[in-house]
């Protein structure tokens, strides 16, 4: 569903924001007010060539957003990657500069425009060059048919079981490539397990601390000199010598005067702790006079790790352990009597099988659904005034893929005698609108805007498409600017685009609420003077 459709500086429209509804949304006002503005919008989400005509006359640049349900993530393609962590809608847009520059977002954030279109179209059909297109898009028909035959879970099982048939082909194919790649691959294999013996976890990590200490190990063994000094004195009394003369000074007389003994005490054990970190300091200082070489025995290992990690394109310590234990288990695995090879030939064979399976299956739905879903078809087009309402799909087989091996196409015969052909070859404006909004009308769909619908109708046909409107409007979200009372009168929501002249001339575009929404299907009637003529001519 397409919640919300905001506009700013397009032509003329200054801003506007349309809040839409789940239903049939109407969209109408007087001949040259600005309708086509907003299906101009609309084709710039679909990916039309954004053009500075379009900006309007008091502005550097125009804008167009729309927020959408947030779809599958097959229909987000490219951009499900810029999806924010916790996004529950999409929200696409185009701006268009003054230099003549255009640029395409998804959630605000830059996206090729591409992309955005491509999301746009899997969300939202549009009449005109964007539907002829469309419908002659052999994906579109089959996607069709499949929705009308309710076939979604098996199609989404037959794409997942399409992505694990071609991992295993990729897999089987590394894997017998030829002898002399698979004889390098298991040497490779064995390097790596033997370049790697004796590796722990966290062996780098703990080389990098020894190397940065040891490169300012004069530094620690100037410090730890002073210390020791410091404790225990060269020529004169250190720490240590001093804290005992004063623990002798206070032991006498801890037996005259008990509340001492805590002082006492606390000395005694300052000087204990005195004597051990000097003795630990020493210990540190002969330490590091006994490693005079041993910098550069740790420079050389980190610099072999770093090679290992380079030999083996692996980005991180931690992630050549693992490949050497990956490396390790296979090679077990051969030595045990496994063969990869003839196990990834397993795999793949396992992995078609389901696939066969699973197109066959579909195969057997789509081919029983097809001549149904024409028939349907074809009443809708009579109801629309589309010729005869004559109209195929017909189903023929095609190269395997991720939707199943089947290919349809939508057929029509507008005017009797001539020839069925390809709906997008033979219809065009309002007719092509209206045989979609009949292709539609049986299998429901993605939100459909139809501009062209009412072009050249009236009369019972135009109360004909206003009834599959306001039916298909059940099923899915429709969007129509029109210029017909009948269409109008069945929508959910109403918008008026009214001109407002000025310097410049301005559009606004304004939902109504009943008694506006009464006036404007009034002034679409022929205004209040045309029916009260027509009221005295029936009563006289």
């Not at 007087?30 to 379009?54: C, M, Q, V």
């Not at 490779?188 to 722990?200: P, Y």
């Not at 620690?220 to 005992?244: F, M, N």
């Not at 024409?374 to 087009?381: F, G």
Request: aromatic share 4%.
């Amino acid at each position: 569903m397409l919640r919300r459709l905001r506009i700013e500086n397009l032509v003329l429209i200054r801003e506007a924001e349309l809040d839409l509804d789940g239903g049939l949304n109407a969209i109408t006002g007087e001949t040259g007010a600005g309708k086509t503005i907003l299906s101009g919008a609309i084709g710039l989400l679909l990916g039309a060539k954004g053009d500075t005509n379009a900006i309007g006359a008091v502005a550097e640049e125009a804008y167009v957003e729309a927020e959408f349900d947030l779809p599958e993530e097959d229909a987000l393609g490219e951009l499900a990657a810029l999806r924010p962590e916790g996004e529950e809608s999409l929200v696409l847009a185009r701006r268009i500069f003054a230099d003549g520059r255009t640029r395409a977002y998804a959630w605000g954030r830059s996206a090729a425009r591409e992309d955005v279109a491509a999301a746009a179209e899997a969300l939202l059909a549009m009449s005109g060059q964007f539907e002829q297109r469309r419908l002659g898009r052999p994906g579109y028909q089959l996607a069709t048919l499949d929705s009308f035959a309710g076939v979604g879970d098996s199609v989404r099982e037959a794409r997942r079981a399409w992505r694990e048939l071609q991992a295993a082909r990729r897999a089987y194919e590394e894997l017998t490539r030829d002898a002399v790649a698979a004889r390098e691959r298991l040497d490779g294999l064995a390097a790596l397990v033997a370049d790697t013996e004796g590796l722990a976890p966290g062996r780098e990590e703990e080389l990098r601390s020894e190397r940065e200490r040891l490169r300012h190990v004069t530094e620690l063994a100037s410090g730890s000199a002073a210390a020791v000094a410091a404790l225990t004195g060269d020529d004169e009394r250190g720490a240590a010598d001093l804290v005992a003369e004063a623990e002798r000074a206070v032991a006498p007389l801890e037996r005259l005067a008990p509340e001492l003994a805590a002082a006492g005490e606390s000395l005694r054990g300052a000087g204990l702790s005195l004597r051990e970190a000097a003795s630990d300091l020493r210990a540190f200082l002969d330490a590091l006079e006994a490693e005079p070489g041993r910098l550069e025995q740790v420079e050389g290992e980190l610099e072999r790790l770093a090679d290992l990690r380079r030999r083996y394109r692996a980005e991180s310590y931690a992630e050549l352990l693992e490949r050497a234990v990956a490396a390790r288990s296979e090679l077990d695995a051969i030595a045990g009597g496994h063969d990869p090879a003839a196990a990834a030939g397993d795999a793949l064979a396992a992995a078609q099988a389901e696939v066969d399976r699973l197109h066959a299956a579909l195969r057997a739905v789509r081919a029983k659904a097809a001549p149904a879903f024409a028939e349907a078809v074809a009443q809708e087009l009579a109801g629309l005034g589309v010729g005869e309402g004559e109209f195929r799909a017909e189903l023929a087989a095609c190269d395997p893929g991720a939707a199943g091996a089947d290919q349809v196409t939508f057929l029509v015969r507008p005017n009797a005698g001539l020839p069925f052909a390809p709906v997008a070859e033979t219809a065009s404006g309002g007719e092509l609108s209206r045989i979609a909004l009949a292709i539609a009308a049986v299998a429901g769909g993605e939100t459909m805007v139809f501009d062209e619908i009412d072009a050249g109708i009236g009369g019972g046909t135009a109360h004909a498409v206003a009834d599959t409107l306001r039916r298909l409007a059940e099923r899915a979200q429709v969007v129509t600017i029109t210029h017909l009372p009948q269409i109008a009168s069945v929508a959910d929501r109403h918008f008026r685009v009214e001109k407002f002249p000025g310097d410049p001339t301005h559009t606004r575009i304004e939902a109504l609420d009943a008694d506006e929404r009464r006036d404007e299907l009034e002034r679409m009637l022929g205004g209040a003077d045309f029916l009260a003529l027509l009221a005295s001519r029936e009563n006289g």
